[in-house]
Nanobody, 124 residues
Framework: QLQLVESGGGLVQPGGSLRLSCAAS????????IGWFRQAPGKEREGVSC????????NLADSVKGRFTISRDNAKNTVYLQMNSLKPEDTGVYYC?????????????????WGQGTQVTVSS
């Protein structure tokens, strides 16, 4: 089965850290740009970060610059989102998606694969 699987979400206090993982199953991520998206309750989905297939190019949303880092390990077929200094407004379901290329923080054109999402809750 061809799929992306996110992990690493959870409940964390403001100022804390989490590392999300996006692992591919049934296919290799080597040729795909990977984007992270999030959706908070009652809000539209937004692009958080995107990394090119070879990892040379990364993009971050202004709201997370200086706090989040995206990286990939193609040998492990996994992309990571390191999230530091978390804020309550970072709360939401985080999804990863695989596609041809990054346009800013968005995977373009429409992603070929989506993960099922992992919940991140930042609260004291």
């Amino acid at each position: 089965q061809l799929q992306l699987v996110e992990s690493g979400g959870g409940l964390v206090q403001p100022g804390g850290s989490l590392r999300l993982s996006c692992a591919a199953s049934g296919f290799t991520l080597d040729y795909y740009a990977i984007g992270w998206f999030r959706q908070a309750p009652g809000k539209e989905r937004e692009g958080v970060s995107c990394i090119s297939s070879n990892g040379d190019s990364t993009n971050l949303a202004d709201s997370v610059k200086g706090r989040f880092t995206i990286s990939r390990d193609n040998a492990k077929n996994t992309v990571y989102l390191q999230m530091n200094s978390l804020k309550p407004e970072d709360t939401g379901v985080y999804y990863c998606a695989a596609g041809a290329e990054c346009i800013a923080t968005i995977v373009f054109p429409n992603p070929e694969y989506w993960g099922q999402g992992t919940q991140v809750t930042v609260s004291s």
